[in-house]
């Protein structure tokens, strides 16, 4: 069975695929100090409870944070007898092209996005991902990826927000009553909400306008849902969308060392 691992600044996600479905995904808060045994004894006992006895043979991982990728290699070797391939580095081939400026180091979780759209749903894509940064991919015709924009993540705003300002109280992210707030926390939700829809749509729409011809745009992450809500900003939501994209990664370097 493999293991998917997908590290992000603030959470990592782990889900099991049998080849054909997500057998199950479980999601912890990332620390870059969590050793092998750590991860295994949580993951081991997550899957006692869940009555799942498949034994793990074959992992991928994709990290934002490159610390945490040695303990998990150990994971990998220490108790499933395997080498992980690992999104970014050299021996990890993707089934995409990356055409940005020489030197870039793109954001694994940003191709494994990318990867996944195409193979869902061809090119000309805008994927739209709000985790610890908003932020826009833009794959290509031909399902390469050519670049984004990097924008500030919503909840790290509405944080930014609370600890620069000493009266502001940190606030839920919600869809507020009405756009203007008649007291603090509706004006605050009014402006995190509305202003990032007025962020996403304003640049989704340059975008199309600079690539002068339609495109699709995915939305996905935990909080496109809600942001959904407000504006049609998206023409589809892809809850799982990194883990497939983590999948058809896996798929492809496997058939290759055949």
């Known amino acids: 069975m493999l293991l998917a691992i ?30 092998a045994d750590q991860y295994y ?30 303990n998990l290699r150990v994971l990998c070797n220490r108790y499933f007898d395997c080498r992980p391939v690992v999104v970014g580095k050299p021996d990890c081939a993707l089934p995409i092209e990356t055409r940005v400026d020489a030197g870039t180091q793109v954001g694994p979780d940003r191709l494994v996005n990318s990867v996944a759209g195409n193979d869902l749903y061809g090119g000309d894509l805008i994927i739209v991902d709000f985790g610890t940064a908003t932020t826009f ?47 603090t926390v509706d004006c605050m939700q009014s402006g995190v909400f509305w202003g990032y829809i007025g962020l996403v749509g304003g640049v989704v729409q340059r975008i199309k306008d600079e690539r002068a011809r339609p495109m699709k745009v995915i939305g996905t992450g935990g909080l496109a849902p809600l942001f959904q809500q407000g504006d049609t900003l998206f023409d589809v939501f892809e809850d799982n969308l990194t883990m497939h994209g983590l999948t058809v990664i896996h798929r492809y370097n496997k058939e290759m060392q055949e």
Do not use: C
């Open 6 to 35: 997908d590290v992000g600044n603030t959470n990592a996600v782990f889900a099991l695929w049998d080849g054909t479905r997500f057998v199950e995904t479980w999601r912890t808060a990332t620390e870059v100090n969590r050793t």
């Open 41 to 70: 004894v949580w993951l081991s006992t997550l899957m006692q409870l869940r009555g799942i006895d498949a034994k793990v043979s074959e992992v991928i991982v994709s990290s934002t944070v490159p610390r945490v990728v040695f």
């Open 137 to 183: 991919d833009v794959v290509d015709r031909d399902g390469a990826y050519v670049g984004g924009v990097i924008a500030p993540g919503v909840n790290l705003s509405l944080q930014a927000l609370h600890e620069a300002a000493a009266a502001l109280p940190l606030v839920d992210v919600t869809m507020p009553p009405h756009v203007v707030g008649t007291n």
